[in-house]
C-alpha cells in the first residue's frame, strides 16, 4: 500500500504563488508515475501535471508555463510549483501514484486532498 498526504494549499491572490507537497509512503523509485490532479465543485477532476520513474514531465496544457512538478527522492516527496495563479485554478489539488506491477497491472493510490482557492 501506498500512502499519499498533500499539504501547501490555501487562500492567494492571483497571480500569487504556492508550492503543494506530497509526502509518499514508500520509495519514489517503486513508482512508475506521480501525477497531481485537481476537481472543482460541478467539474470533472482532470491531470494537472505528472512525472515517470525517469523524471519526464508533462503538463496539462492550460498550467503550461506557470505550474512545475518536482520530486525530492531522497525525502520521498514530490511537489507542484504553482506560479501565475488564477481563480481558474481554484481547486482541490489530489496527489496521485501509479504503480506498475510485474505482470503490467496499473494500482492507483490517492491523497485526500488539499484546497487551493486563487481570489481576484
Known amino acids: 500500500q501506498v500512502q499519499l498526504v498533500e499539504s501547501g494549499g490555501g487562500l492567494v491572490q492571483a497571480g500569487g504563488s504556492l508550492r503543494l507537497s506530497c509526502a509518499v509512503s514508500?520509495?519514489?523509485?517503486?513508482?512508475?508515475?506521480m501525477g497531481w490532479y485537481r476537481q472543482a465543485p460541478g467539474k470533472q477532476r482532470e491531470l494537472v501535471a505528472t512525472?515517470?520513474?525517469?523524471?519526464?514531465?508533462k503538463y496539462t496544457d492550460s498550467v503550461k508555463g506557470r505550474f512545475s512538478i518536482s520530486r525530492d527522492i531522497g525525502k520521498n516527496m514530490v511537489f507542484l510549483q504553482m506560479n501565475s495563479l488564477k481563480p481558474e485554478d481554484t481547486a482541490i489539488y489530489y496527489c496521485?501514484?501509479?504503480?506498475?506491477?510485474?505482470?503490467?497491472?496499473?494500482?492507483?493510490?490517492w491523497g485526500h486532498g488539499t484546497q487551493v482557492t486563487v481570489s481576484s
Open positions: 496521485n501514484a501509479d504503480k506498475f506491477r510485474s505482470d503490467a497491472t496499473r494500482v492507483d493510490y
Open positions: 514508500k520509495n519514489l523509485f517503486t513508482i512508475n508515475i
Open positions: 512525472i515517470t520513474y525517469g523524471g519526464t514531465t
